[in-house]
């Protein structure tokens, strides 16, 4: 089966930079995506890692590093609609995808 | 681009009773997943099919879930019978790629189900 790691709360100030990392076991790794969900929304796509490095997105980025199981998103120059839950997803090359528990972010001003 | 589809938005329904959540994925994705958020145990998937067909449905507690995906257009996560601890947001996604693809999915806005 696969198991995700990642933070429950994280707390920053605007205009900062937060990381969120996760960590992951699984079989038949295949890649790691990210997802943005506000309060009573749906998740969004936000970013997904295949090969080690990182992917630049905007303000986002998102790092893999398939020998250590690990990844991390990173948000710059952080606003307060930010604010919101972040997920780790791992992808098996069944296709099958696995959502960690979410970390929620708070972005006070 | 309509983004994917999902009825009813809401349901209340009583314990006992069939519940049937409705989805229509973006056009052109050959790929459809079925998910389940609660508080407890946060965002799980159900099932997943490619190209219309179940390729993995470990993920459904038991039998009283059933999903179909008749079409490329359409498909239908069923509940009977329902019992209060089936309430719950159920998303619908559907992805552009096939199963080793890239990971992109698109989710629908949920249905929130209330089952008392």
């Known amino acids: 089966g696969q198991s995700l790691e990642q933070p429950s709360e994280v707390t920053a100030v605007e205009g900062a930079i937060v990381q969120i990392n996760c960590t992951y076991q699984t079989s038949g790794f295949y890649g790691l995506s990210w997802y943005q969900q506000h309060d009573g929304g749906a998740p969004t796509f936000l970013s997904y890692n295949a090969l080690d490095g990182l992917e630049e997105t905007g303000r986002f980025s998102s790092f893999l590093s398939r020998s250590d199981s690990y990844g991390y998103l990173l948000l710059q120059e952080l606003q307060m609609k930010d604010s919101a839950s972040y997920f780790c997803a791992v992808k098996t090359n069944a296709g099958k995808s696995t959502f960690g528990d979410g970390t929620t972010l708070t972005v006070k001003p | 681009d309509a983004g994917v589809i999902q009825s009813p938005r809401h349901e209340v329904t009583e314990m006992g009773q069939e519940v049937t959540l409705r989805c229509k994925p973006i056009?052109?994705?050959?790929?459809l997943f079925w998910y389940r958020q609660t508080m407890m145990r946060g965002l799980e998937l159900l099932i997943y099919f490619n190209n219309n067909v179940p390729i993995d449905d470990s993920g459904m507690p038991e039998d009283r879930f059933s999903a179909k995906m008749p079409n490329a257009s359409f498909s239908t996560l069923k509940i009977q019978p329902s019992e209060p601890r089936d309430s719950a947001v159920y998303f619908c996604?559907?992805?552009?790629?096939?199963?080793?693809?890239?990971?992109?999915?698109?989710f629908g806005p949920g249905t929130r189900l209330l089952v008392l």
């Open positions: 056009s052109g994705h050959n790929s």
């Open positions: 996604a559907s992805s552009p790629r096939g199963l080793a693809g890239g990971e992109t999915q698109y």
